[in-house]
Structure formats: structure tokens, C-alpha cells
């Protein structure tokens, strides 16, 4: 089992290995894994992910399966995409599709009452007094930030409330996003996770209660067992 990232397909390296009989001999599928993210993520934020079907097409052996999966890809023009960049030919392949409803998920839409273009945002206020763990799920890094300034400064002065209001985005150097993946799930006093889509590729953090997405256009994999609110604001600003 080989997993890299669509990054390093371009490499040199890869092109050696690709061509070496032996890996040819001894391949017997490729698999891309989050395939919904070869559009979500392709276009602008990783354009690498571009890349994954004409690799998959021209260097790696014609007679191997394929396969792409996700969970939360939408039938019609998103899964016909999908399928084109991976070369998947009308009638030429197998289309597995099997719900994913989660009984133990609760999902709400509830009205801002201020707009997200503040500074300030006293809807997320009791979400942070209740004390459950909570992934709140904003649209772009600056808002990210512009939430995370919001609910420090509702909290004591002193480092312990950096540790429980925490932020994870493509911003942040690696070794901070994966600190904040280990608090989140081991440290009882981290409590909320101020996040882009990015948290929610390939997370499983059980200890998570509650996951708010703040806007339109949110789109994540929630955790298990968690209540799930979409905070949308209203065609004006209060």
C-alpha cells in the first residue's frame, strides 16, 4: 500500500517509479480517497488535485481498476465532473451509491441574529459557555480569525485560553494544526475549534458534541454522535 499526496505525482521520482517494470508488475489498483475534493479543493486552494486523473490515465498501467470515494458527493453535475477528470467512460464503469444518513446526528438551520461581516458575534456565545467541545466551521480564514478574536476575548487573560479556543487552517503551520487535532480530542480543556473545510478531510474526532457551520457553502464531514447547526444570516444585516 502506497498513499502520497497529489502534490508529489508531478516529481520526477514518481516518473521512475511509474516506469519501473517491477512497480508495473506488482500494482493492482489506485484509489483517490476524498475524490469530491479533485473540484472543491482543485480549482483554487490545491491545484494539484487537478492532476490525479491524468496521472491515474497516463502513468499507471491501462488493465487496473480505478476507484474514487466519498461521502458526500452530490449526484448530477458534481459526480459527472468528477468522472470526467477521472476518465471514467459512460458504461464503462461501476457507480456505487449507499446512504449515508447518520441516525445520531442532529441537523438545525437557525438564523443569525447579526451579520457575519462583524467583528463581534454573540450567537456563538453560548456555545462557548456550555462548555461542549465544538468545531465551528467558518468559510474563509479571515473569518476564522475575526471569530477566534471574538471568543478570546470573552475568556480569562492568560494562555489557558488559548488552549481552549483553538484555530486550524492552511495559515497555521502544520505542527500547530495537528496540536490542535491532539487537544481537541485528548485535552479536556480544549473546547472549541474555530476551522475552514480543511478540518474535515479525514477526521474522525469522537469527543466532538457539537459542529456549527457558519454561512453558506459549508460543507463538512461532521463528527459522530455530534448535534449539527448551520448558522445562516439573513438576506440583510441586522
Request: charged share 20%.
Amino acid at each position: 500500500i502506497i498513499c502520497i499526496d497529489p502534490e508529489h505525482l508531478t516529481d520526477k521520482q514518481w516518473e521512475r517509479i511509474t516506469d519501473s517494470p517491477l512497480f508495473r508488475e506488482n500494482i493492482v489498483f489506485a484509489s483517490c480517497d476524498e475524490v469530491h475534493l479533485i473540484d472543491e479543493w482543485g480549482r483554487e486552494f490545491r491545484p494539484a488535485f487537478h492532476r490525479i486523473g491524468p496521472f491515474f490515465r497516463g502513468r499507471l498501467p491501462p488493465h487496473i481498476s480505478i476507484f474514487g470515494l466519498t461521502a458526500t458527493l452530490q449526484p448530477g453535475a458534481m459526480t459527472k465532473s468528477i468522472c470526467r477528470s477521472l476518465g471514467f467512460q459512460p458504461k464503462m464503469f461501476h457507480l456505487l451509491r449507499c446512504s449515508n444518513k447518520q441516525t445520531n446526528i442532529q441537523f438545525l438551520v437557525i438564523p443569525l441574529t447579526h451579520g457575519l461581516s462583524r467583528a463581534e458575534f454573540p450567537d456563538l456565545l453560548k456555545y462557548l459557555i456550555e462548555g461542549r467541545k465544538t468545531i465551528i466551521y467558518c468559510t474563509t480564514i479571515e473569518l476564522c480569525w475575526r471569530v477566534f478574536i471574538y471568543l478570546i476575548r470573552l475568556l480569562p487573560p492568560g494562555p489557558r485560553r488559548l488552549k481552549r479556543v483553538r484555530l486550524y487552517h492552511a495559515m497555521c503551520w502544520p505542527e500547530e494544526n495537528k496540536e490542535t487535532i491532539r487537544l481537541i480530542r485528548d485535552d479536556p480543556l480544549c473546547q472549541i475549534v474555530i476551522a475552514t473545510i480543511a478540518f474535515g478531510q479525514g477526521f474522525n474526532v469522537k469527543s466532538l458534541l457539537d459542529s456549527l457551520m457558519l454561512g453558506e457553502n459549508a460543507n463538512s464531514q461532521v463528527c459522530v454522535n455530534a448535534k449539527c447547526e448551520m448558522l445562516m444570516q439573513q438576506s440583510y444585516e441586522l
